[in-house]
Every structure is written in C-alpha cells, then in structure tokens.
C-alpha cells in the first residue's frame, strides 16, 4: 500500500468564497502515482468546508444566499461562541451543512468523477492563511 | 490491496425519491471478496445524494417535507443557477444538507453496520438516467 | 495492509449531548500500530452523528439552538415517523445536518489534525446504550 499528503493553503482577502481546487487534486494524485485507492480531502479549519458540486457561477451565488439564511451572520451576538470575543460562530454551522471532507475514488490513476463532478474549497471565515489535506492511499 | 469498482443505474421517474440500495451494495461487496476494509458510495452527479438512515416510509416523507422547506423547488426564479435555463437548483442546496457519499467500514466480509443502517440513493432532480459508484478497497 | 476496529459505547442520560471523543480515537490509533492510512469514525445509530469542530462549551449551545430551529422536537405530532411509535424523527434530521461519519488521515502514526480540530459525538436521542465504529486502515 502506498500512501501520499499535500497541503493546499489559501489566504482568501474576503470573509466567504468558493475555490476550485479539483486542478490541484488532479496534480496531487498524479504525483503520487496511485493507481487504485482512495482520495481524501479536508478542511484542517472548523470554519472552512471541502465539498463537491458544479462549477457554475449562478450555483455559488445560490449557496451564498442560502447560507446566510440558514446560519446569518448578523447579528454576531446571537450566538454565545462569539462571546469569545470571536465573531465567526455562524461560519462554524455554515460548514456543518456543506461538510468538512471528500472521500473520492481513484481508479485507473484518475478521480473516478460523473460528468459534472468538481472539488471546491468553501471558506466562511477568510482573510487569513488556511489549509485543506490531501491524502492519498492504494497502490 | 485489492480493489472493487461496480456502479448502479437509476432513472427516476419523479422529480424526488429516496432509494435503498443496501441489497446492490452488499451484492457488490460479495463480488469484491474484499473482507476488512473501507466501502465508498457515492453520488456521481450533484443533485443526488447517498446517505444512512431509516428505511421507514414516514421518516421518508419527512426528509422530503423538511427538505422542501430548507431549499424550496418554487419559485424557481429565486434561484440564480436556474438563470442557466435550468429549474434544479433546489435540488444541489437538498443534496448538500443529505451529502454526497458514505464511507463504511467492511469487516470479516460484510458491511459493519449498526442495528438500522440502511443506505439510500437520494434523487432531488429525476426523470432521467444516473449513477451511483461504490469503490471498495481491502484485502 | 492492515486493519483495526474498535467500539465506542455510550449512554447519555439526556436527550442531546455533544461528547468529545478525541482522546479515545487517538487510543484506538496507538494500539492499531497504524503509522499510515485512513481513519474512519461513525455513528452506528440513525439518530446520532460523529463530526469534527471546536471543543467550545459556547459553541456547543449555538449548534443545539441552531439544530432545534432547523429541526424542531416540538410538536411531535408533526413528523409522520412519530406516527410509529416514535418521538425521535427530529434526530434523525439533526444527524443529517451534522454528519454520520468523519474520515481522517493517518500520518506517521497521528491524526493528521489542523490546529482546532476535535472529533465529536453528536447524541440526539439518548437515555440509551449507542454504539461508534473505529475503523483504522493502513501500514
């Protein structure tokens, strides 16, 4: 069994966006060279969330939306983790519903996708440095 | 280390139904004759989900009532993803609350599910052809 | 490859509870001899969750308003799976938002962990014995 790890890291200048990040899988995963296995990515932060969904732009806006509605922001004293003197509790249930990680099949030295399958990283409490892991394990 | 790959067909002929596929996961399973390690299953198209839970027709009827709630399918010009000529964006935000994939754990060649787990397809924007991929990896 | 599986019990005598299980996870991982691999932890109970956030009494609270405002207990009667008998069909709906299972790396023998990160057992219907699976594989 052979077994591989990268971080990805972003520094996000806004406090909430979605990135991409099925180009830098693909690229892990071919410099592992495992053929067979599985993919796991996750966020390393309880404010940030890895998922897989569509690439579109109106879909991005959509989750957005839809997030503030089920966990606003405002107003911060709401929620008693920002008594802390934090203001992000409502990023840390944003992530609940979008999910922490991926478990992705590897097959035949790729991602084992249906057709509109992509990788994102969800940030809901940027504008700091932030990782997400990859780890690879099969032959 | 072994590997198995199969994937399952559907095609739905509502807009929304729930599926157990528990009995073709543990066909596949038997086909693999993997006996300890980890069984991926998942959704490979974004308006679908697989999860576990309760094959109980009224807890069934529940999930699609609350579901309808949390991201409603009307109107859907409340949605910017449907500006794409498309009516499903409710159905991306209902697969996220459900989730994509299940991960479960294969000892001495079964599934090792507690006393309920049952795993179900999700479908939240049928009438057409999909799939679910199961990937198995162990010894 | 190797593989390692362990039980966790618990009997939580209120309704709800959230329980950090990190140190016996990280139990389980020492005597699994397991230096490289995946990790995963799951629920094996439909009304019960194992998730990965902040170890934050304030934020703890936040999640059980936030779920009882997603998913109300009350009134029972409106849940058609309460019609069996019943009163639970509010957990089940609660483990869906939180999650049944996490998926962790294994590296150099550790839970390939970011800086806050905690693994947690979510109890939605206790007062009962509930069971999580530890499932280590790897080299």
Redesign the interface.
């Known amino acids: ?1 052979k ?1 591989f ?1 990268k971080e990805l890291w972003f520094h996000v200048p806004s406090r909430r966006a979605f990135i991409n990040i099925t180009p830098e899988v693909e690229k892990a995963l071919a410099e592992s060279s495992i053929r ?3 993919c ?1 990515v ?5 404010t940030a969330s890895v ?4 690439d ?4 991005q ?3 957005e939306k ?1 997030l503030e509605g ?2 606003p922001h405002e107003p911060v004293r709401q ?6 003197g934090e203001n992000n ?1 409502d990023a ?2 944003k ?11 590897v ?1 035949e030295g790729r991602l ?6 992509q990788i994102f990283y969800g940030e809901f409490d940027g504008r700091r440095k932030k ?1 997400v ?1 990859i ?1 690879i ?3």
Not at 79 to 84: C, E, I, L, S, V
Not at 95 to 105: D, K, L, N, T
């Open positions: 069994m077994s790890r067979e296995g599985l796991l996750n966020a390393m932060h309880i998922f897989i969904n569509d579109e732009g109106g879909l806006h959509d989750y839809w089920l966990a929620y008693r983790h920002n008594d802390t509790a840390h249930l992530r609940q519903v979008m999910g922490r990680e991926v478990v992705m099949a097959t084992d996708f249906g057709p509109w399958e990782r892991l780890k394990i099969g032959e």
